[in-house]
């Protein structure tokens, strides 16, 4: 959908004091903003992110349109709204009120769904709450925003952590879920097989995490390795494995380079790890590969 704004592009259209701010801290799929409005009446384009709002100081009349229907409420420090992505709005409000914003993107919340439903999601809306008290989402929120706060080690890893139990909590209390039509393929599409080839070529020499192939393939890691197993006939740590061996026997084939530098260059802790590896799968020795195609 075109015309989307940004999380922070918001200001453009809803003009107030920034009090934290995420943008800087290398978030991934989640973000935050903590604001001070004055009173206001504003109409806010479609936004590229579902929106959590956190009331903390302040109580007012809120008056609230999500397309075509208004909804009036009064809010205070507790309470959530929530707007769901590339839907338009209009709000309305007199007093001064500060709030916190929860950004969560859509791929986030897709993955999510996705992972957690095990079928491809076409579309996730938000229910239109303006007012509504639930301790899971304010815990959440305040927790995230501590980490704008803190700016803590580990905080990007740790904000996503809680964007994702928030999600989770999202899909499974205030969201509407649509399925793609066509779910009849069962096992990776062949560009998500070729991505993941060449990645997995390409960093053979480095640890690979389940996480980092599930990342490729644009999957949650429940679902990729479901599909990945119905690809491939075996796990994604038996597929590793098999591609360091299969590198490892054409590389002691075509060159003379030593097997410890061999054995490094295809991933393997060190030469002991690949000749173990080499004798379970092959039941023979990196050397007696070696002389064979002597």
């Known amino acids: 959908m075109a015309n989307l704004i940004e999380s922070d592009e918001l200001p453009v259209w809803v003009p107030g004091e920034i009090l934290t701010a995420s943008d800087n801290l290398g978030w991934l799929d989640v973000g935050q ?27 007012t009349p809120m008056d609230r349109r999500v397309e075509s229907r208004w909804t009036r409420t009064t809010c205070v420090p507790g309470h959530i709204s929530l707007l769901s992505r590339a839907r338009p709005s209009h709000w309305h ?75 989770v909590h999202l899909l499974r209390n205030y969201a509407d879920v649509k399925f793609r039509e066509d779910h009849s393929q069962s096992g990776l599409s062949r560009r998500q097989r070729s991505a993941l080839t060449e990645f997995i070529l390409g960093n053979l020499q480095h640890q690979i995490s389940i996480e980092q192939l599930s990342a490729v393939a644009g999957l949650g890691v429940w679902t990729f390795c479901r599909r990945f197993k119905t690809s491939y006939g ?29 054995a490094g260059e295809c991933g393997f802790s060190d030469q002991a790890h690949m000749t173990r590896a080499f004798r379970r799968k092959l039941n023979l020795t990196p050397g007696q590969v070696r002389q064979a195609k002597e």
């Open 33 to 59: 903003r903590s604001y001070r409005y004055t009173g206001l009446d504003v109409p806010i384009p479609p936004m590229n992110h579902y929106m959590i709002v956190r009331y903390f100081e302040g109580q």
């Open 93 to 167: 409000w007199t007093q001064q009120i500060d709030v916190s914003h929860i950004y969560l993107s859509e791929s986030l919340m897709s993955r999510v769904a996705q992972d957690v439903l095990g079928r491809p999601i076409s579309e996730i809306s938000l229910h239109d709450v303006l007012n509504a008290e639930d301790p899971t989402v304010t815990s959440i929120s305040d927790a995230i925003l501590g980490e704008t706060r803190s700016s803590a080690i580990g905080g990007p890893t740790y904000a996503e952590a809680l964007g994702l139990q928030l999600s």
């Open 234 to 262: 075996v796990t994604p740590c038996v597929h590793l494995l098999d591609t360091r061996i299969g590198q490892a026997k054409l590389m002691l084939a075509k060159s003379s380079r030593p097997i410890k530098a061999i």
